[in-house]
């Protein structure tokens, strides 16, 4: 008896020591997330001293402004082959505002906010790219003063085409999206603020291209395009065109999506946008084997090619190769086709590309057996 109660009681003894050690482990992690939940521990940002980074899928980049009520923001997001996201949250940790201007990756995005409450404000920047590469952005503060009656006036727009992005996200609400638009359209225009006119005709467009109003879309997409040639934003005009190529190809009309998709390429000269240059010489290359030109198709792929050597990216390079190979597993030439998979193959393994890799795993064990 008396070794079983000293047994019992060295099982008392380590069950009360295991709960302490639980509970204080508990504690500690419970108040480690309520201090990162509570306390801003973001990197203050400066403004004249602007922060380059990398970044990659799910990270999550996290800043710091400082601001007192009545003071309006502006910062500069500058993508460089990366599609990036930036919510800005109040001191409560509300969301103020999500800003992702369709750029593919390349260009700057404007935020505009404005201070209702003194206190820090984040900002996240991150992106849904799975990227196999990691790509830069450049965040800067271009201006932080006192807030303006045309102040007020954007923000109220910049809320108008929010509340739309938010409708025309949703099947079910993309026509209701429109009268928001409508809203923001016309401040933006009472301003002059071309930019802004223009990136609301874009959105405008996208959402009569969804409910298939392709005339409304087109026509929508049209002004744009002619504010984006006025401004001299060659992005946003190669990108409109391409646009217009996928609408015109939807309708299988593909001559004339072809004929939009070279209108694109002088414009992305004009930006210097290299990497979208060499992807749309593989689309125009893909335009003709639709058309089934294939001496058109060989050349354009001979040159996106020779165009993807040239950049340092990897996943494009892998890219154009991969595209390379189906063009040749289309006219039937499988040893080629077998060649370029691999090669493309090789550079996709080196990026951690599982998902691509299985899909070109297959197409090479097809080829084989046939």
């Known amino acids: 008896m008396k070794v079983n109660k000293n047994k019992n009681c060295g099982y008392i003894k380590n069950f009360w020591f295991l709960s302490y050690v639980s509970f204080l482990l508990f504690y500690i992690l419970l108040g480690a997330n309520c201090s990162q939940n509570m306390s801003p521990d973001g990197e203050q940002l400066v403004q004249g001293k602007p922060v380059t980074k990398e970044v990659i899928n799910k990270d999550v980049h996290v800043y710091t402004v400082k601001l007192e009520r009545g003071q309006f923001l502006t910062l500069f997001v500058e993508q460089y082959d990366v599609d990036l996201i930036t919510e800005v949250y109040t001191p409560k ?199 089934q030109k294939r001496a058109e198709a060989v050349t354009y792929f001979e040159q996106a090619l020779e165009q993807s050597r040239r950049l340092e990216r990897r996943s494009i390079q892998a890219y154009v190769l991969s595209e390379c190979g189906n063009a040749q597993a289309t006219f039937g030439n499988k040893n080629e086709a077998l060649n370029f998979y691999r090669q493309s193959l090789e550079l996709w393994k080196s990026l951690n590309q599982d998902k691509v890799v299985a899909g070109l795993e297959e197409k090479i064990a097809k080829l084989q057996v046939n």
Do not use: C
């Not at 984040?122 to 271009?142: C, F, G, H, M, Q």
């Not at 102040?151 to 025309?168: G, N, P, T, V």
């Not at 996928?246 to 992305?268: H, M, R, T």
């Open 93 to 291: 940790g509300d969301l103020l505002g999500q800003f992702d201007t369709p750029t593919s990756g390349r260009g700057t995005e404007q935020i505009r906010i404005g201070a209702e409450t003194s206190g820090n404000y984040n900002i996240e920047i991150y992106t849904l790219s799975e990227r196999a590469e990691p790509s830069k952005y450049k965040v800067e503060i271009d201006s932080i003063r006192p807030t303006t009656e045309r102040d007020h006036q954007i923000l109220s727009a910049i809320k108008f085409h929010q509340e739309a992005d938010k409708l025309r996200a949703k099947p079910e609400t993309i026509r209701e999206s429109l009268p928001f638009y409508e809203k923001a359209l016309q401040i933006w225009r009472g301003l002059g603020e071309l930019p802004d006119e223009a990136n609301t005709l874009r959105a405008m467009g996208f959402a009569y291209q969804r409910i298939e109003e392709l005339e409304n879309a087109r026509n929508h997409f049209g002004q744009a395009l002619e504010i984006w040639e006025k401004i001299g934003d060659w992005r946003s005009a190669a990108f409109t065109h391409i646009i217009f190529g996928v609408i015109s190809k939807k309708q299988n009309d593909y001559e004339n999506g072809l004929q939009e998709d070279l209108k694109a390429q002088p414009f992305w000269e004009k930006a210097d946008d290299i990497p979208e240059y060499t992807q749309n010489l593989v689309r125009i290359g893909n335009d003709y084997l639709k058309l």
